[in-house]
């Protein structure tokens, strides 16, 4: 049975990918009550990993591209944690995006931005979340961006 969250996914012509176990000493999620926390997911898509440092070779458009990559990961993951049924969601909590970026670079909202606007594009109101934007010096295998959410479910 397909959820209705995705088959709105369909209809932004989006198919969750099956996740792949973790590569360290760690699990993909953990929940708590109604709380799920996803681990950090990163800009890993169907063509690949997007590697790049925002603010050198990387414009925030291209790593907005890459945070919505993270965003479908998310959702991956918490599909899982959902036993397979992602209208358990009732919420997106929080997130918070890691952006490989220069010490100068300061546009890290906007990167996070593509992540935070999918959420909304594809779970409406449920998407609206609180949210934290940060730099880092470098990230995981090079990627350009990873974010981690929190989400309640029923």
Request: proline share 5%; net charge negative.
């Given at each position: 049975?397909?959820?209705?969250?995705?088959?709105?996914?369909?209809?932004?012509?989006?198919?969750?990918?099956?996740?792949?176990?973790?590569?360290?000493?760690?699990?993909?999620?953990?929940?708590?009550?109604?709380?799920?926390?996803?681990?950090?997911?990163?800009?890993?898509?169907?063509?690949?990993?997007?590697?790049?440092?925002?603010?050198?070779?990387?414009?925030?458009?291209?790593?907005?591209?890459?945070?919505?990559?993270?965003?479908?990961?998310?959702l991956a993951q918490l599909?899982?944690?959902?036993?397979g049924d992602l209208d358990?969601?009732?919420?997106?909590?929080?997130?918070?995006?890691?952006?490989?970026?220069?010490?100068?670079?300061?546009?890290?909202?906007?990167?996070?931005?593509?992540?935070?606007?999918?959420?909304?594009?594809?779970?409406?109101?449920?998407?609206?979340?609180?949210?934290?934007?940060?730099?880092?010096?470098?990230?995981?295998?090079?990627?350009?961006?990873?974010?981690?959410?929190?989400?309640?479910?029923?």
């Amino acid at each position: 049975m397909t959820s209705a969250i995705e088959t709105r996914l369909a209809e932004l012509g989006v198919t969750l990918p099956d996740m792949p176990a973790p590569l360290a000493n760690y699990v993909p999620f953990v929940q708590t009550g109604e709380i799920v926390y996803v681990s950090g997911q990163i800009s890993n898509g169907p063509d690949g990993m997007i590697t790049g440092k925002l603010g050198d070779n990387m414009t925030a458009q291209q790593g907005a591209d890459a945070a919505r990559v993270c965003a479908i990961n998310l959702l991956a993951q918490l599909r899982t944690a959902c036993g397979g049924d992602l209208d358990r969601l009732v919420r997106v909590v929080k997130l918070t995006g890691f952006v490989n970026s220069t010490a100068d670079f300061t546009d890290q909202p906007k990167v996070i931005n593509g992540c935070s606007d999918f959420m909304v594009e594809a779970l409406g109101d449920m998407g609206r979340h609180a949210r934290s934007a940060v730099s880092a010096a470098s990230l995981p295998l090079g990627v350009a961006v990873e974010i981690e959410g929190i989400f309640q479910i029923k």
